[in-house]
């Protein structure tokens, strides 16, 4: 039996007005920084499964600087109703607030096939730090079927607008030499900030496999790929320190 579940975060300074929790998410209030407010999102039960309509809101109200994080990496699999699994993330930071979206990996277990939209809004003086990891198949084994999107606005303005599909049903050449190459992570990292207008990020290549780009929204992507999750993880963090967050 599918499952349609939403989870809820808002934070307003250092309180947490909002953090409800339904089917597999049980987000808990941890530990965090001082003028920080964290938030981690723990699994309850296994999930996305095929079939299954699920969706994370968070929301940074004006001043409020959030961190949002999981508790461990979230694992696609397939499941008895047929049809895709479908995941959705949206997120919002008001004027003058700090939004850090870090979750654990996604990976993309064979068999499955998981439709997942991030949808973000900015106002103009909000910030975002936003990482994506995902692992094309378990150990040994092939992926399942995945398609992401990503949407960024700030002050009402697109700042960026991908699709990516991997997996038999995205179209082919997906894993060839222009593409993955055969590598089975593949992840990005989106920092937008008030502060790249006066000072775009410089373009620089961070290794053989990925690459820091300035956006004109403005802001600074990094996309690489990597043999598994944790030289990618290596190469976020490093692309994280290098733009100062």
């Given amino acids: ?92 930071a008001g004027e003058g607030a700090e939004l850090h979206w870090l979750p654990e990996q996604l990976v993309s277990a064979h068999g499955s096939e998981l439709r997942m939209r991030t949808t973000v809004e900015l106002a103009a003086t909000a910030r975002l730090v936003l990482r994506e990891e995902q692992v094309l198949g378990r150990h040994g084994e092939e992926p399942g079927s995945l398609t992401t999107r990503l949407t960024v606005r700030r002050a009402g303005r697109l700042v960026l607008d991908q699709e990516l599909a991997y997996g038999p049903a995205a179209p082919g050449g997906w894993d060839g030499p222009a593409v993955l190459a055969g590598h089975r992570a593949v992840g990005q990292l989106l920092v937008v900030a008030p502060g790249f207008e006066d000072k775009p990020a410089t373009p620089e290549l961070l290794g053989d496999t990925a690459v820091l780009t300035p956006l004109a929204g403005p802001g600074a992507l990094v996309s690489a790929v990597a043999p598994d999750a944790r030289a990618l993880r290596a190469v976020l963090d490093q692309a994280r320190a290098l733009l100062g967050f």
Avoid at 8 to 24: F, K, N, T
Avoid at 74 to 81: K, N
């Fill in 1 to 92: 039996m599918s499952v349609t579940a939403t989870a809820r975060i808002v934070a307003d300074g250092d309180r947490l007005p909002v953090l409800q929790g339904e089917g597999p998410f049980a987000p808990r209030r941890t530990r965090a920084a001082a003028g920080r407010v964290r938030v981690t999102v723990v699994g309850a039960m296994s999930a996305p499964l095929g079939g299954d309509r699920l969706a994370v809101e968070a929301e940074a109200r004006p001043g409020t600087r959030l961190l949002v994080d999981s508790a461990a990496a979230t694992l696609a699999l397939p499941g008895r109703d047929a049809g895709p699994a479908h995941y959705d993330v949206r997120l919002r």
